[in-house]
């Protein structure tokens, strides 16, 4: 499975932005598909999920703020990112999950999100 990453960007607090990725390859259901987040001396993180079946899962610092949605048929995924803080910077990771598995089986390249105060 392949995962190619787009969005993200510089944006003032307050302000939003979208992560999209699409995943390619053999995929089957059911699989996960989600976002972390590495911020600088951090570890990796997540930030929200959603499976094939449409659970999602999310964050307690990202709840009522981040929005995560998939498309099955286009096998994509979504994060819709508004009213950003500062500690939302980080590079956020696209991710894949295998039916079955715990942790994700693959990643995508990362992009940056930056929030300024």
């Known amino acids: 499975v392949q995962l190619q990453a787009s969005g993200g960007g510089l944006v003032q607090a307050g302000g939003s932005l979208r992560l999209s990725c699409a995943a390619s390859?053999?995929?089957?259901?059911?699989?996960?598909m989600g976002w972390y987040r590495e911020a600088p001396g951090r570890q990796r993180e997540l930030v929200a999920s959603?499976?094939?079946?449409?659970?999602?899962t999310y964050a307690d610092f990202v709840k009522g703020r981040f929005t995560i949605s998939r498309d099955n048929a286009k096998n994509t995924v979504s994060l819709q990112m508004n009213s950003l803080k500062p500690e939302d910077t980080a590079v956020y990771y696209c991710?894949?999950?295998?039916?079955?598995?715990?942790?994700?089986?693959?990643w995508g390249q990362g992009t940056q999100v930056t929030v300024s105060s």
């Open positions: 991710s894949f999950r295998r039916g079955g598995s715990r942790w994700p089986d693959y």
């Open positions: 390859g053999r995929i089957f259901r059911p699989n996960g």
């Open positions: 959603v499976s094939s079946g449409g659970i999602t």
